[in-house]
DNA sequence: GTTGAAACCGGTGCATG
DNA sequence: CATGCACCGGTTTCAAC
């Protein structure tokens, strides 16, 4: 299911996430690698499924998008299909993540309008409970997995 | 604040947010302009901040992170800066918005294991309760904004 | 893994309509 | 905004080490 990824790779990784356009002759200096070496690096990344594409960012408010939302919706029944239905006819939902705990779902919605926030809730609403979080700002905008360096933390014990 | 976007450039967006990649010339074949035409629009987003920006995405599993969890903070205090320190920090934690609503924060975070989880989650708890739920999978990953058709809903009114 | 050289695209700039 | 062309930079592939 996972990789090994050495340091080389976490840097290729770190840099393409940075700008997913970099010219490989350009990246391999940053790595300090043999272009060929690098652009076979890459090929390997994309190919194992690790890098899964190269998108562009929008930035929502410049795209009209002035309020996003986390929405929290608590599912009672078990047939999920009317909801997929939904995400897949409301692209104002920009993602949906089905979790543990006493809210089934976890969304983030983008509107241009609290009248426009209040229209996709009301459409959520018709599946369960919800709860909505207006966003502020993005105190850290989404970034990419980093390496880890191994953690062994002595107050934690095994799960068995 | 928001610029103003036509058909076409939202055209454009859609292909550069499925792959941020394709060359100038097959992404003019998509929207049906010519090659020169597509390359001013592109730049134009570019330069007015609606494109922010090309990053490759990697997929967390592959790259050895088997945990992905929704945390939401209950920060009491009003000093940030501490907060923001860790953000910096902990490469674990990919996303934090500021909301809304009694949970201050809500954070995105990916750990390799629970008890990897549980290490991030107690210095998290450090600035106050958090709720935390685990993502058994993202039924809808996150996808870019698309564009809105006008939507007029008679049953809400204005605000004022 | 490195280097170097070839052939191939694709992007940019410009002139024209 | 479309078309055509010349120029240049980057990519890919291949060799040899």
Redesign the pocket.
Same mark, same amino acid.
């Given at each position: 299911m996972s990789e090994d990824l050495d340091a #080389?790779d976490w840097s290729i990784l770190i840099e393409l996430q940075k700008d997913g356009r #970099?010219?490989? *002759? !350009? $990246?391999s200096r940053r790595v &300090? $690698? /043999? +272009? /060929? +070496? *690098? /652009? !076979? &690096?890459v090929r390997r990344l994309e190919a194992t499924g690790v890098i899964t594409g190269y998108r562009a960012e929008v930035d929502l408010t410049k795209a009209g998008f002035a309020v996003l939302a986390v929405v929290r919706l608590k599912y009672p029944g078990s047939r999920h299909d009317p909801l997929r239905r939904l995400l897949e006819q409301r692209s104002e939902i920009l993602e949906c993540l089905r979790t543990t705990g006493d809210d089934c779902y976890v969304l983030k919605v983008a509107a241009t309008s609290m009248a426009h926030l209040e229209l996709i809730v009301n459409e959520l609403a018709a599946f369960g409970s919800t709860t909505t979080n207006v966003v502020y700002s993005a105190t850290l905008p989404y970034r990419g997995p980093r390496p880890t360096r191994p953690t062994r933390d002595p107050s934690t014990n095994p799960v068995v």
């Open positions: #080389v #970099v010219p490989i *002759t !350009e $990246l &300090r $690698l /043999s +272009a /060929s +070496a *690098t /652009s !076979e &690096r």
